[in-house]
């Protein structure tokens, strides 16, 4: 704790330094997230620290000094996006002369930083997923000696607590709770660019939800590759933390978090079925503020593929859980990801999915293509699927998932839902829009003093990926 500290203190003295630097000129930065909501949070930090040092945000990347591209890496169109900009960045500078710093997920790979450096030598910061917090260190060597920085660690970072943060929204905030992941299921690249997992302490957590409900935040969305395992590591290798609270697993943390006045909605992001014990169920049954609507990740309803995937759970594992949850907690919904076209699917295994889709009745369905990254076992394995089976797979899981939302957004109206209004919809200044507990959308006609507050809605209609409604 003492080492982080003291790293945390020397970055904000660089902080310190360009403030003063930009002191007289106001300068403006853009930043574009790809990805997950964990680089979102990591997003708003650099953000926090990057407006300490006196800039101010634009949308417009022409109009930036700084530009900043946090990547993700997790499926290969990333790949397109990343050179595309860069592309585009290069012009920027060229006429502009602005900064251009590169970071996150994708940074983590060799192959990619090789690339970057060989064809595209403007780009003046690369940093990785461990060295976000020195962020202030490696911009101010870029304007005080004009040096190119190339910033990246290939061991496990450690947890930075204290760094600045600039949110997004303020009613909804994300806290990352535990970094990294020991999963290794074999399609994905996530363990391989941010480490082993490791959890922040306790009190840490409980005292940042603490200010932001001071703040007025109603809503946080706890954030981990693999939430239910919170502190297992720790405890399992003997790793010692802080005690505070009676908290040792993600079921005492979430009873803790629950009890924080002001805080209304509790969710949380990825927890894995195979971690998901009992104590955590009892826990959401429990707890009011804890959403009803649970992300389970499926990723196949096949056993074989999910043995292929090292997933570490059948399909019958995940229905029996899901028919446990079902009794435990009335009214539970779950949403879930799904892969197609994983090495070695065949039709049957497919079918499987298909299956386990319709049996669950899920309230949302992330669906994704397989896409092989390098690195990862799913890559080197031979019996790669077809694009076109692939695409044709996808497409048919996709039908099947927009025929179950539609049927199952029927069963909304008539119904009263309890929504927090987050602000103006996007496309119609007239009405105000919020999300249910079960994160639908709905927009309503209402006066803009309700914006922040949670407040009881009549579904009217429904329109595939939002509902509409009138106040009580
Ligand atoms: N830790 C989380 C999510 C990780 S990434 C979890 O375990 O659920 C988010 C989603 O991206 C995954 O759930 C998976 O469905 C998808 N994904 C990961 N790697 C992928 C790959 N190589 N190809 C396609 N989808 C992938
Ligand atoms: Fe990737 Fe699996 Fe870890 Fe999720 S649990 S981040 S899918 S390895
Ligand atoms: Fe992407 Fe990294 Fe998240 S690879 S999905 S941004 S953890």
Not at 23 to 32: E, F, G, R, S, V
Not at 96 to 120: D, R
Not at 323 to 333: E, S, V
Request: proline content about 3%; overall charge positive.
């Amino acid at each position: 704790m003492c080492n982080t500290n003291t790293e945390i203190q020397d970055q904000k003295k660089y902080i310190e330094k360009i403030k003063e630097i930009n002191k007289t000129q106001k300068p403006k930065y853009a930043i574009l997230t790809m990805g997950c909501q964990l680089n979102e949070n990591d997003s708003e930090k650099l953000c926090g620290m990057i407006e300490q040092m006196g800039y101010t945000k634009t949308e417009n990347p022409e109009e930036a000094n700084l530009n900043i591209f946090n990547t993700c890496c997790v499926r290969e169109n990333a790949e397109d996006k990343l050179f595309g900009k860069l592309g585009e960045l290069k012009k920027i500078k060229e006429q502009k002369g602005t900064i251009i710093a590169i970071g996150g997920c994708m940074m983590q790979e060799k192959h990619i930083t090789t690339k970057i450096k060989q064809s595209y030598p403007f780009v003046d910061i690369i940093f990785g997923t461990h060295t976000l917090h020195r962020f202030p260190k490696n911009l101010y060597k870029v304007l005080k000696e004009n040096q190119k920085q190339e910033d990246i660690l290939d061991i496990d970072g450690k947890i930075y607590e204290g760094l600045p943060i600039k949110r997004e929204s303020n009613l909804k905030a994300s806290v990352t709770i535990m970094n990294g992941c020991n999963n290794f299921c074999s399609y994905c690249i996530v363990p391989y660019v941010r480490g082993r997992e490791r959890s922040r302490e306790p009190k840490q957590i409980i005292q940042e939800i603490q200010e932001l409900a001071k703040e007025g935040y109603k809503e946080i969305t706890l954030l981990g590759q693999n939430v239910n395992s919170y502190l297992k590591v720790e405890k399992e290798k003997n790793k010692p933390y802080e005690q505070y609270k009676g908290i040792n697993s993600f079921a005492t943390l979430l009873q803790e978090i629950s009890k924080i006045q002001g805080i209304e909605r509790i969710r949380f992001i990825s927890p894995h079925p195979k971690d998901f014990t009992d104590d955590v169920i009892e826990a959401i049954a429990k707890n009011e503020k804890i959403c009803k609507l649970i992300h389970l990740p499926l990723q196949s309803g096949s056993t074989e593929t999910l043995k292929a995937m090292n997933r570490k759970y059948t399909k019958e594992d995940y229905l029996n859980l899901v028919q446990k949850m079902k009794t435990k907690i009335p009214n539970l919904k779950l949403s879930t990801d799904i892969i197609v076209g994983f090495p070695g699917e065949t039709e049957k295994d497919f079918l499987e999915t298909l299956d386990v889709v319709k049996k669950v009745g899920f309230e949302q369905v992330y669906m994704f293509i397989y896409s092989r990254r390098k690195g990862t076992p799913g890559d080197k394995m031979e019996n790669q699927i077809p694009e076109a089976t692939k695409h044709e797979r996808f497409d048919r899981l996709k039908q099947l998932v927009e025929n179950e939302i539609q049927q199952n957004n029927q069963k909304y109206i008539g119904t009263t839902q309890k929504i927090l209004v987050e602000g103006k919809s996007k496309t119609n200044e007239k009405m105000l829009t919020g999300r249910t507990e079960n994160n639908k959308i709905v927009n309503f006609e209402g006066n803009d003093e309700l914006i922040g507050k949670l407040i009881e809605i009549k579904i009217t209609s429904e329109h595939m990926w939002y509902l509409k409604g009138q106040i009580k």
